[in-house]
């Protein structure tokens, strides 16, 4: 008798407990089942990866050795940054590339934008042409600026020759004094529309009235331009700029299409390291340890933009 009436008494917070719950579903259920899929997705195509690379980077795993997959800790980072003559090389080239792409990318960028952010003719049809190297493939850009570049029948050289700049032909992607500036330019061209974009839908959301009002006030253009419009694109510019950052880092096609990382390792960064250890030479293990170490610099370098650049963005 005590028992049922024990039961009885815990009934009531059961129910509720229950009721609690078969609530919370009704009101939020149908929201989890739609995110379901993109939780999913990521723990399977993110995290998993993520995780299995820096399991990887910890042993002795290549194809093509002979030697069975074991465990060696730390030995792939010190053959990285102690014995492998090349890395310290690629990592100071990956952040030649990624900076001055970026810095590239902007100081096209801004006057584009301000270009087409003036009431010129057939605006709409400059802007549509300027989405052009964005929205093509990263592999046919390369393709296309590796036969620009080219030595012997190459476009630039062609019209270098013909404005009398040159008397011969120059290697462009063979000369490793030339072949930065010529990757610098291709990426910068693929690059400098999205911050144009960018910048165009900043300079939409200025008020024009507080610009005719500092010219009214006696403001040169230099003067209307770094006292109101630069600093209000300051939140815009800080995001595209790290958006850039990112996306320079890994973008590994476009070197890959014109250089293949060469001559020798001089034009070869993280991504395509990685890229020949792993899939040319099949070596997993230190594969994984560039693929790991690439990320950790990544989010160093993006912590300190954010130190540098993300302070009074308001």
Known sequence: ??????????????????????????????????????????????????????RLSLYDYSLISGRDMSFNGFGNYKELLV?????????????????????LQFAIAIPAAIILFS??????????????????????????????????????????????????????????QLVWPALLLTSAWKGFPYITLMMLSGLTGISQEMIEAAHMDGASAWQRFTRIT?????????????????SSWTKFEMIWALTNGGPGYSTSILPTYLYTNSFVYFDLGKG???????????????????????????
């Open 83 to 103: 014995n492998d003559g090349a890395f310290w090389q690629i990592f100071w080239n990956s952040f030649i590339w990624v900076l001055g792409s970026t810095a």
């Open 1 to 54: 008798m005590s028992d049922i009436l024990r039961l009885d008494r815990q009934d009531p917070p059961l129910n509720r407990q229950r009721g609690r719950v078969s609530a919370f579903f009704r009101e939020f259920g149908f929201g989890y089942f739609l995110l379901a899929p993109v939780v999913l997705y990521i723990v399977v195509f993110q995290f998993y990866p993520l995780v299995e690379t820096i």
């Open 230 to 246: 630069l600093p209000m694109l300051k939140p815009i510019m800080y995001v595209t700029g790290l958006v850039s950052i990112v």
């Open 119 to 176: 009431k010129i003719r057939f605006r709409g049809l400059w802007r549509g042409l300027m989405m052009v190297p964005w929205v093509s493939p990263v592999v046919i850009i390369g393709i296309v600026w590796k036969w620009i570049y080219d030595g012997h029948y190459g476009l630039f050289n062609h019209y270098l020759k013909m404005f009398h700049l040159i008397s011969e032909n120059i290697v462009w992607l063979g000369d490793e």
């Open 288 to 314: 994984s340890a560039i693929a790991t170490l690439s990320m950790a610099i990544v989010l160093i370098l993006v912590g300190i933009y954010s130190r540098l650049f993300g302070r009074n963005l308001e």
